[in-house]
């Protein structure tokens, strides 16, 4: 069964700030993703990495993805406030025909001006 | 504008009566799913369907049913809701990414 694991839970930071938020899993997968909620709304897809090796960036976001580490990390920098929210991590279907997400809990990140 | 709309936003139902949340995308996906999201265990798969008039289980499936009788559209159904269904509900359409509605808020007392 594959289980996805994201650490931390919750991170509170200052403006400014860079940090990592970790994404380990369990099973071979190549596909991974990152998705943002804020409270009370929708999930909003930020990077889907579908390659070991994979960077993407938008804005001060970064994800990477480690195959064989079975490791996705999402960087953060220089944090502003409207980074605010929860971020999850999402693990490909294996299962041919369902492209079932299993997600990781989430970290809450909150950026203290 | 691409969408997944669900309705109700937000619902309070006591135990046993039958409700439905509805679900329609935009987008001609053929592949559709619904999730569950409760506190400290993420989201969590239901029901899915590759298309129509195809369905199977998710990963917690029980108390629930859906049907896919035309591509757009995918209810989920309560038959007999209990305490324990009392979630956030998302449905999901397409394939990578997943994109996601605006979850439905249910309450069971």
């Known amino acids: 069964e594959l289980k996805v694991e994201q650490n931390p839970l919750f991170l509170s930071m200052q403006e400014g700030k860079n940090y990592t938020i970790y994404c380990n899993y369990s099973?071979?997968?190549?596909?991974l993703y990152w998705y943002r909620q804020d409270p009370g709304k929708s999930l909003e897809s930020l990077f889907v990495?579908?390659?070991?090796?994979a960077v993407k960036q938008e804005g001060r976001l970064m994800a990477s993805l480690d195959t064989k580490a079975r490791l996705s990390t999402l960087h953060i920098t220089a944090a502003v406030h409207d980074l605010s929210a929860t971020y999850f991590c999402a693990v490909g279907g294996t299962n041919f025909g369902n492209e079932k997400l299993t997600f990781g809990t989430g970290t809450r990140l909150t950026i203290i001006p | 504008e691409a969408q997944v709309t669900q309705n109700p936003r937000y619902l309070i139902t006591v135990t046993g009566k039958k409700l439905t949340v509805t679900c329609s995308q935009n987008m001609n996906h053929e592949y559709m799913s619904w999730y569950r999201q409760d506190p400290g265990l993420g989201l969590r798969q239901i029901y899915y369907?590759?298309?129509?008039?195809?369905?199977d289980k998710g990963d917690v499936p029980e108390g629930y049913k859906v049907s896919r009788k035309e591509k757009r559209n995918f209810p989920l159904i309560l038959e007999s809701p209990s305490p324990n269904q009392t979630s956030l509900y998302f449905c999901a359409s397409g394939v990578v990414p997943l994109h996601f509605g605006n979850g439905t808020r249910l309450t069971v007392t």
């Open positions: 099973t071979t997968s190549d596909r």
């Open positions: 990495l579908l390659s070991n090796g």
């Open positions: 369907s590759m298309n129509v008039e195809v369905t």
